[in-house]
């Protein structure tokens, strides 16, 4: 796992698009895997930037999102979909149904997860998945208790969860749903790249948890320990906690640019 603390959401935005920059130029037709809530926002508007300035195009890309919201009618501004395409889809060439998610609408919720799994082998798996991280440790809405080896499923979410997501509600609790589907932490573990994104004093225990404590379904996102290829991007806030701090950032610093993250 790779540990890289920057000043701030800008900074950690523009090394992420570098990023997914290099991926396309490479391999303008990537899988990208998207993110909800309000870590990956500043990404997205830096990859806004790139694709009006003309160097970033993302008309071959095909994206899946991680998780949605069980019950919010279609036209709902906080469906996961709609905020995917409000955020960041809509503002970019992605092509009209480039981009898929779990159907937390669909009859029969079970195998809606089913098909979203196949949907992603069909695709030939995630290049570049992008992450938040939970203040209680979860990635995607993979709870805490979450097992370790999960896929495309209904979950529950915390009391937490959902007094952290009020704020999308006008602060009102019960107006967030119950229930959601979301992709297991095996299904996240399958991406070949993963990317996490935490700012803020308020991710500081759950980073550090992530980084340097035991894997543990206590704190999902610690899967990632076993990732072959994950990049956790933080602020100083977000980074308060971690031991090893000094030694990210001399790592950091000694690496040659043209390795990227
Ligand atoms: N399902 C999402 C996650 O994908 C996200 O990473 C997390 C953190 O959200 P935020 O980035 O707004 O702090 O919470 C939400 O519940």
């Given at each position: 796992m790779?540990?890289?603390i920057q000043p701030d959401a800008a900074a950690i935005a523009r090394l992420v698009a570098d990023e997914v920059q290099s991926l396309l130029a490479a391999r303008p037709d990537a899988v990208l895997g998207?993110?909800?809530g309000s870590s990956p926002l500043a990404v997205y508007d830096e990859l806004v930037r790139r694709y009006e300035a003309g160097v970033l195009s993302l008309a071959r890309v095909r994206a899946?999102?991680?998780d949605e919201y069980v019950g919010l009618?279609?036209?709902h501004p906080e469906r996961y979909r709609n905020v995917i395409e409000r955020e960041f889809a809509g503002r970019v060439d992605l092509p009209a149904g480039a981009v898929q998610g779990p159907d937390g609408n669909a009859e029969d919720l079970p195998a809606a997860c089913a098909a979203y799994e196949a949907a992603i082998a069909a695709a030939g798996g995630v290049d570049l998945q992008l992450l938040g991280i939970g203040s209680d440790g979860h990635i995607a809405f993979n709870e805490p208790g979450s097992s370790l080896a999960s896929r495309t499923r209904i979950k529950t979410l915390t009391s937490q969860t959902r007094r952290d997501n009020a704020r999308f509600f006008d602060g009102?609790?019960?107006a967030v749903p119950r229930h959601c589907l979301t992709q297991g932490l095996a299904t996240i573990m399958s991406a070949r790249h993963l990317v996490l994104v935490a700012t803020g004093?308020?991710?500081a225990e759950a980073v550090h948890h992530l980084v340097e404590g035991p894997v543990s379904a206590m704190w999902p996102a610690t899967i990632m320990q076993h990732h072959p290829r994950?990049?956790?991007l933080v602020d100083d806030a977000a980074a308060s906690r971690l031991q090893l701090a000094g030694y990210y950032r001399e790592v950091f610093a000694g690496k040659p640019s043209w390795q990227g993250l």
């Open positions: 790779e540990v890289v998207l993110a909800t899946f999102m991680l009618p279609d036209d009102d609790v019960e004093a308020g991710k994950a990049t956790v």
